[in-house]
């Protein structure tokens, strides 16, 4: 493995582990997904967002991790994998009201490909 190679990226899935519905164990996913031979592979809470490095195609990526939810999980949920640097450009991206500390509520940024 060259780090030089690997790319962080965030899955998201949509809807899992919400109130019983579509329950995803995640530390077994985690393992599953390590298998599949993606790298530094976690979770944040039981929430259905990833992180993980790879040096695989996004296409290809896509392609192992929708197979590995239907086959070994019995899940066909929607999701997107998301490189880091495209969150990170977003990030910069916001607009300015967002940085405004005196704001009591913050939208939701979603990411969406179309």
């Known amino acids: 493995m060259n780090s030089n190679d690997m790319t962080r990226y965030v899955l ?5 582990n919400m109130m019983g519905k579509n329950t995803l164990v995640m530390s077994r996913f985690v393992q599953d997904l390590t298998g599949l031979g ?6 944040y809470i039981n929430s259905g967002n990833v992180f993980f490095d790879s040096d695989m195609a996004a296409d290809k990526l896509f392609t192992h991790i929708q197979e590995c939810l239907q086959e070994r999980h019995g899940l066909g949920v929607d999701f997107v994998i998301v490189p880091s ?9 916001l607009p300015s009201f967002w940085h405004d500390d005196n704001l009591k ?4 940024v ?4 179309f």
């Open 105 to 108: 509520k913050r939208s939701t």
């Open 12 to 16: 998201l899935l949509r809807g899992v």
């Open 38 to 43: 993606l790298y530094n592979v976690s979770n």
């Open 85 to 93: 640097n495209v969150l990170h450009d977003e990030w910069h991206n």
């Open 110 to 113: 979603f990411y969406a490909e």
